[in-house]
């Protein structure tokens, strides 16, 4: 079972999983990729998967042209309580929260710069249910999501996908951006992200 440890300098969560190691990787040599070799997201492989946890079909079609998993190697657990612990120094949370891998299309040789609008606003709708279900979850406090292109981005498959990971905390660099923002806006009574997308479009 993995385990999040507060940095006692920084005040930095970190996330500590040994399964993750066990994970495939693609990318034997970073200028040899291994094209040939089977993807356990693609159509016809659903079984190397855990169980979705939802899926869009593709028009007129059983088949599917996007699927939400659980990570088959999570870096946090849905299951359990949530409980907190001191070790000496350390703060300790057990390691709750969600892992899921978003199978962006049914097709191997896709990347997100080669989608139809349309399927590119399947998965920001999907990004956005995801996140609204998980919110009913009171153990979790903060959602990311993220894509990791290609093996020097520390991806380990090459079929397009991307990865949420719902933690129980809020991230320090995230608690110290909401301050931020919130002491800007108290001096100059406007939003700082307006301001710099005002500024920015301007030149």
């Not at 999983?17 to 066990?22: E, N, T």
């Not at 299309?105 to 609008?117: G, I, P, R, S, V």
């Not at 009913?136 to 290609?150: A, C, E, P, S």
């Not at 991230?171 to 710099?196: A, H, M, N, T, W």
Request: charged share 30%; hydrophobic share 30%.
């Amino acid at each position: 079972m993995s385990e999040i440890r507060k940095d006692p300098i920084l005040s930095r969560w970190v996330i500590i999983s040994k399964g993750r190691g066990k994970r495939p990787i693609d990318y034997e040599y970073i200028s040899n990729l291994n094209k040939d070799e089977y993807c356990p997201f693609c159509p016809g492989n659903e079984e190397s998967t855990p169980p979705e946890i939802y899926s869009i079909s593709e028009d007129d079609s059983k088949q599917w042209a996007l699927r939400v998993v659980p990570n088959k190697f999570p870096a946090l657990h849905i299951e359990g309580d949530l409980t907190r612990s001191g070790e000496g120094l350390y703060d300790k949370i057990n390691g709750i929260g969600a892992h899921e891998v978003i199978i962006e299309t049914n097709d191997h040789n896709l990347q997100m710069t080669d989608y139809e609008q349309s399927h590119l606003e399947h998965i920001i709708k999907t990004y956005r249910l995801r996140i609204n279900d998980l919110k009913n979850d009171t153990r979790l406090k903060y959602v990311i999501i993220f894509k990791n292109y290609g093996p020097l981005a520390g991806a380990s498959l090459e079929h397009a996908h991307s990865q949420l990971v719902a933690l129980p905390i809020i991230p320090q660099i995230i608690v110290e951006e909401l301050e931020g923002s919130k002491k800007y806006f108290d001096y100059k009574e406007r939003c700082i992200y307006c301001d710099i997308i005002n500024q920015e479009s301007k030149a």
